[in-house]
């Protein structure tokens, strides 16, 4: 068991068995690779059309090539040496550093520097810059902080796999509030989306007196967000699984010029904007190289095994103290096929007082995709908050049942099968609840 200092709650190991059979099914799934890309370069000569005039035309060309987890010949992704200017512009706010444990961390920072804070987490693979669409709203109300996490943009990058273990995560977090100004009484808001999210999770959980209000997108919690990955998901279980190993997820990444941002950012690729073209580019400068995957897979190789239990689990006979009691805002695109809507729901099992909302005609970026409609919604959940603190507390409404009956969209249906009945306020596309 780990345990962080100066928590509410505990972060538990899963049993050895889930352990062993996720490694061991690392080791098959490598080996297959190993002996797929194996066959692929042996019989690669035989799969090429025409004669010695055409190989030597290629032949440069193909020193270059390399072979991905599927054993198909492609290109590694050419060098990029000079940042976008999206990634270095002012416009977003002062670019800063602060070291925290030993650790560079790169953020920007936009907004009254009195403000109350509302620190950013992105997700996986990103950087800073997925927040674009949110920093100039939210910096009319708050200093906002949009930090580049351990392991991703121009924050240092240990490649150590224990670097990213999440009780030294969830720390340097802590501390870097603390540089921050954020203490018990001063306290911030957190905005989360994928990864950035499940690692604000912990947080919150641990470090509760440092949170307001906590906001995540597109993740469910963690004690449910890994046995409900769907298979639809690009990072499934497969790839949670390929992701233990060493060496071969980096270079599988880097394949086809980095096909695998196009595939995150398909809402990005299809617009064919100039803007949306520019992030796309910041996105592939961001993890043009080997060091810039082993920092960010290195999340999947520590984060799977985990889960969080509360501290007076075992002692408590009032189930409400056990919950987590920052409010949470639940935000899911109703056409996210990397999450499950029953994960979220199975989340409010967790939650003292919660909100979950569905953005329509939004997929796994809900916050690039629908921004506007996420802006006024973050909005008026943190602002108001801001106003009248007592909003939520005097809300009231049901359980499981009752939130389900109201987040039911055109392309999602609930079962009844979970059992809960008390009182609801609920307002459309969204459900609120508060157990007290």
Known sequence: MAVVVGGRDNVVSISATKSLKMLAFSVVWGSWIVVKNA???????????????????????????????????????????RPPPCLSTT????????KVKGVKLHYVECGDPNGSIVLLLHGFPSCWISWHHQIPTLSKHFRVIAVDLKGF???????ARKSYRVENLVNELAVFLSLLGVDGRNKCHVIGHDLGALLGWYLVHLWPRFVSKFVAISCPHPNVHWEYLPSSSFFNKN????????????????????????????????????????????????FSRTVDWTGAINYFRNLPFYRIEPRNNNNSSNKEEDMLQVPCLLIIGNKDVSVQIESFIKSTEFLKTSTLRIIDD????????QPK??????TSYLVRAKVDQKVLRQQK???????MKDIVSSTVQ???????????????????????
């Not at 943009?153 to 490649?159: I, R, Y």
């Not at 939004?362 to 995709?369: I, L, T, Y």
């Not at 409404?397 to 939130?403: H, P």
Request: charged share 20%; aromatic share 8%.
């Open 397 to 403: 409404c049901g359980g499981i049942v009752g939130r």
């Open 153 to 159: 943009g121009d924050s240092d990058k240990p490649s």
């Open 39 to 81: 066959a692929a370069r042996v019989f690669s000569p035989l799969w090429s059309d025409g004669g010695d005039h055409e190989n030597n035309k290629d032949a440069a060309a193909n020193e270059n090539a390399v072979t991905n987890a599927r054993g198909k010949a492609i290109r590694r992704a050419p060098i990029r040496d």
């Open 91 to 98: 416009v977003y706010g002062t670019h800063s550093y602060v």
């Open 239 to 286: 790839w949670i699984c390929f992701s233990q190993l060493p060496y071969l997820p980096e270079m599988d990444a880097l394949q086809s010029d980095l096909k695998i941002i196009n595939q995150c950012y398909q809402h990005l690729s299809k617009n064919k904007k100039s803007d949306d073209s520019s992030y796309i580019d910041a996105y592939k400068y961001t």
């Open 414 to 436: 609930y079962g009844n099968t979970l059992k809960d009945s008390m009182q609801r306020n609920i307002s459309p596309q969204t459900i609120t609840t508060n157990t007290s």
């Open 373 to 378: 409609v996420v802006n006024d919604l973050l």
């Open 362 to 369: 939004a997929s796994h970026f809900p916050h690039q995709e």
